[in-house]
């Protein structure tokens, strides 16, 4: 690794201190699973690492507050999927929680630093988007709120502005009747980059959502409310026309994962399985 | 010119207390440093688990940790995971069934096991699979290793 200067703030106050006396030169250092790689094969470059794990106000577990799940930048992927009440209330973004890279991993990695890696593969983006999830940003003049699928603005880009970084991702209680799926597509089950992930939800008037990783350099967001996804006994085929139509706002492109065709055809297949899955927790009452 | 800052961390039940220049990775201090060579560096990237070492209790990758994250904390390695001339039930079940090929794995893999075991002392075939998914082994052993943690499991009592 090139040398770089470690910087470990104790409050937010002085995070953002250091923020604006290294500029961009600093990077944000919580679990470090993404940031060590790229600074070891060098496709991240940092003159200082500012580490936030000493900082006074974050807490390390998940907090409950107002209706909202609020999770902290430094908590790790395994602490929120042993919360069992977040377990409960958002099943199937702890699926996808759960595949990302290993145990090792995630005991290190955090949720907030998925996002922030602003990989078009996150395998948490999807669920975090269809949950509706927020992402707190903090400045030194204060906090604002960004959509999660609005935060990743492109591979490796998100709304961050200079002095600004991610203080917690919070998702509200669902307050009607919804069931939620996630799959993804890997060549291997552990450490592995999705070649497409998604996620899907169902409400009780039908209205069917649908988010797709891994296929265009931005999450693919599309809604359905026609009833007809939502309608296991309408024809198949017109089942089919309507995630087709959805799928069309995609674009995966052919690499080392996978082709474009075959993400293509996975999504399809991956979507009519999700769909049934998500109608089978909206019946049984599982969000 | 960086400077090297001080670490305090307890590795294996000792206190160690040394300065350390920030972009060292844990690994690197355990081995090069410390001449803790039981721990191994293969991907260096966090993807084969050879270097998984137990950090406050928890299983992690040292290749992805730096040295001066740990300042505080406490380490357990290969080396520390039996007194000094013993092996744990996990280790004896490994030789037992034959479950050690080249061996350059099988430290990661014996903290994986011990920490899947410690939490779980039962696992299911699949649990057992998910525990091991972030340990590779190039020469494919996977089956006796999973036979050797079965057999400890099996000997406690549910």
């Known amino acids: 690794m090139k040398p770089f200067l470690y910087q470990r703030p104790g409050s937010l106050a002085q995070t953002f201190d250091l923020l604006s006396e290294y500029g961009s030169s600093a990077r944000i250092l919580a679990g470090g699973t993404d940031l060590i790689v ?13 580490d936030i794990k000493g900082i006074g106000e974050f807490l390390p577990e998940v907090a409950f507050a107002d209706g909202h799940f609020v999770i902290g930048a430094t908590t790790d992927i395994s602490r929120v999927c042993e919360n069992e009440k977040f377990r409960a209330t958002f099943p199937a973004l702890v699926e996808a929680m759960e595949t990302v890279g290993s145990v090792q991993i995630r005991n290190r990695a955090t949720l907030v630093g998925n996002v922030c890696n602003a990989s078009p593969a996150a395998d948490t983006v999807p669920p975090l988007a269809i ?3 927020m992402v707190n940003v903090g400045g030194r003049d204060g906090t604002r709120q960004v959509p999660v699928q609005e935060f990743i603005r492109g591979p ?8 600004e970084f991610v203080l917690s991702v919070q998702l509200p209680v669902p307050n009607a009747p919804l069931g939620v799926a996630f799959a993804r597509l890997t060549r291997r089950r552990g450490v592995d980059l999705a070649t497409v992930n998604l996620s899907c939800s169902i409400d009780s008037v039908g209205t069917v959502r649908f988010a797709f990783g891994a296929v265009g350099p931005r999450l693919v967001l599309g809604i359905e409310r026609s009833g007809v996804l939502a309608d296991s006994g309408a024809p198949a085929g017109d089942r089919d026309a309507a995630l087709a139509n959805l799928i069309a706002a995609t674009s995966p492109r052919t690499d080392i994962r996978g082709t474009q065709d075959y993400r293509s055809a996975m999504l399809l297949v991956l979507s009519r399985r999700i769909l049934a899955e998500a109608a089978g927790r909206l019946d049984s009452g599982q969000p | 010119m960086i400077d090297a800052l001080p670490v305090v961390l307890n590795i294996n039940g000792l206190k160690y207390e040394f300065e350390v220049l920030p972009y060292r990775s844990l690994l690197d201090v355990l081995r090069d440093e410390l001449g803790l060579t039981g721990t191994k560096e293969c991907c260096a990237v966090g993807e084969c688990g050879a270097c998984t070492v137990h950090f406050d209790g928890r299983s992690i ?6 040295a001066i994250e740990a ?7 290969i080396e520390g995971i ?3 001339g013993e ?48 340990n590779l082994c190039r020469c494919g052993g996977y089956n ?6 079965s057999s400890v499991s099996e000997e406690s009592t549910p």
Do not use: K, W
Request: charged share 15%; glycine share 10%.
């Open chain 1, 156 to 163: 490796r880009q998100t709304a961050l502005r200079p002095g």
């Open chain 2, 61 to 66: 990758n040292a290749c992805l940790m730096l």
């Open chain 2, 82 to 84: 039996a007194p000094p």
């Open chain 1, 131 to 133: 949950y509706g999830a």
């Open chain 2, 71 to 77: 300042d505080g904390g406490s380490v357990t390695t």
């Open chain 1, 38 to 50: 790229g600074l070891r094969q060098q496709s991240v470059d940092a003159s200082v690492l500012v």
């Open chain 2, 87 to 134: 092996m744990t039930r996990v280790q004896d079940a490994f030789l037992e069934h034959g479950a050690v090929q080249c061996g350059f794995c099988i430290p990661g893999m014996v903290m994986s096991a011990e920490y899947l075991l410690a939490r779980n002392p039962h696992p299911t075939e699949e649990e057992t699979r998910e525990g091991l998914s972030g």
């Open chain 2, 144 to 149: 006796r290793m999973l036979q050797a943690i």
